[in-house]
């Protein structure tokens, strides 16, 4: 696979993954929910100030630190796939890598400017783009907007389980969005189907 075709299949990721989010920002309120599919797939729209899948670092230092490590881990990743694509890797495994690198790559963009260009979301209004004031955060502080919700399996621990029993539970609570997801299954792809690879 050349150059040109393994950016194509990144930007093309990465514009469904932002138009997806600017959909979800601009014409949904935080919390809000939309069902697809009964009981296993909703669309519920929730800003995350930390890492993957609704994981939270601390404060503002703490997101200022994830912020400027995703910058390193993906300029450093975009290099790796250039040297790569240059020793004519496996097409598989560039695709591997840039299901991974659009994803990161999508989450930059969230965290370094939609403090700047969106309003805030809230409970009872939908952002908007370019507000006169100006955006919620500065630059690197960004929320990323997450809105892809899963909830597989509920019900309630056995009684006989100690200090759970008769609690409701929920299999995979996190919402995520987009690139979470590229970077789950680029990841998942390489483990299963590119050991050989990594082995030489």
């Known amino acids: 696979m050349n150059r040109k075709k393994i950016t194509l299949i990144i930007v093309l ?4 993954d932002q138009v997806v989010k600017l959909l979800v920002k601009t014409h949904m309120t935080l919390d809000q929910s939309i069902t697809v599919f ?3 797939f909703f ?7 930390g890492a993957a899948f609704g994981f939270e670092l601390g404060g503002d230092h ?5 912020s400027l490590f995703r910058i390193v881990a ?6 790796y796939i250039h040297v790569l694509i240059r020793k004519k890797a496996p097409t598989g495994v560039l695709v591997g890598f840039g299901l991974i690198f659009a994803g990161a790559l999508g989450n930059i963009l969230d965290s370094a400017f939609y403090g700047l260009l969106f309003s ?5 209004s939908v952002a908007t783009f370019l507000p006169p004031g100006g955006g919620y955060a500065g630059f690197l502080h960004g929320k990323v907007v ?27 609570s ?14 998942i792809y390489m483990l299963l189907f590119q050991r050989k690879f990594f082995s030489k």
Do not use: H
């Not at 669309?43 to 100030?49: L, V």
């Not at 995520?176 to 997801?181: K, M, Y």
């Open 62 to 66: 703490g997101k200022l630190i994830l």
């Open 146 to 172: 997450d809105m892809l919700y899963f909830p597989l399996f509920s019900g309630v621990y056995p009684q006989w389980i100690p200090g759970v029993g008769g609690e409701p539970f929920l299999f995979f």
């Open 43 to 49: 669309i519920r729209f929730i800003e995350n100030p």
């Open 13 to 16: 990721l990465l514009v469904v």
């Open 74 to 79: 993906t300029c450093l990743l975009g290099y």
């Open 174 to 187: 996190p919402i995520f969005n987009l690139a979470d997801s590229y970077i789950s299954v680029g990841i």
């Open 38 to 40: 009964p009981n296993w």
């Open 120 to 124: 805030e979301s809230t409970l009872t």
